[in-house]
């Protein structure tokens, strides 16, 4: 295993670690093993920013936390940071272990990979668009869930939210900004591959939505 396999497999492992604190502070017990739990979050944090440095601007540092609900907001963004950089390490560990006869399973890939092809399409733009979706049930699932109209285009949708989540001093990322408006046209409307540029972007993007409408929905619950 090389050196970047060895990387995506470690946030692979992250995001299973994240995801098992965050159903232990779902528990009745967890306010009492605050201490316990912030230092597991601790080692996360370290495990994720030594293979990942960017990883800093986006997570709450551990000293930074201080009671069990800021504890459970940091656990939220931390697996909304890792689980984009994720999917294209599922697509890869579920052909490994199918080729290593371990897992039989239909992989719709198989289907879809020709088909790709022939339109000059590469697993890229599979996540690109798989991406770009997500970001938009994202959006009509947080519209939902906060009391506000579904209707309407997708600019509709976003200017609706952006202008929602300003009252409770949340900065919800421009979707409708010219370098992400432009990727996102190019990859659903057009069906153009991405630049590897472009496909961070979008995956950006998602990471920060999903961040900042957390944290709107937990703000509008407090208040």
């Not at 944090?45 to 800021?70: K, R, T």
């Not at 590469?122 to 997500?134: D, E, F, H, K, R």
């Amino acid at each position: 295993m090389d050196a970047l396999d060895e990387h995506k497999m470690r946030l692979f492992t992250l995001m299973g670690m994240a995801n098992t604190l965050k159903n232990y502070l779902s528990s009745e017990h967890a306010e009492d093993r605050l201490q316990m739990l912030l230092e597991v979050y601790r080692r996360i944090y370290e495990l994720l920013i030594s293979i990942d440095p960017g990883a800093a601007d986006f997570v709450q540092e551990p000293a930074s936390i201080v009671d069990i609900e800021q504890l459970r907001v940091a656990v939220e963004c931390l697996l909304a940071y890792i689980i984009p950089k994720v999917i294209p390490v599922s697509f890869q560990l579920i052909h490994t272990l199918k080729d290593l006869g371990l897992i039989q399973i239909y992989n719709p890939m198989q289907v879809l990979n020709p088909i790709m092809s022939e339109l000059g399409l590469s697993v890229n733009w599979a996540v690109g668009a798989l991406a770009l979706t997500l970001i938009e049930i994202v959006v009509n699932k947080k519209l939902k869930e906060l009391g506000l109209d579904t209707e309407g285009s997708f600019d509709k949708k976003v200017r609706r939210i952006s202008e929602f989540a300003r009252k409770f001093g949340v900065n919800v990322p421009d979707l409708l900004a010219r370098p992400f408006y432009d990727a996102r046209s190019k990859v659903i409307h057009w069906g153009v591959e991405p630049t590897s540029e472009e496909l961070e972007l979008i995956i950006s993007y998602l990471r920060s939505l999903m961040m900042s409408l957390k944290k709107l929905c937990d703000k509008v619950k407090l208040s």
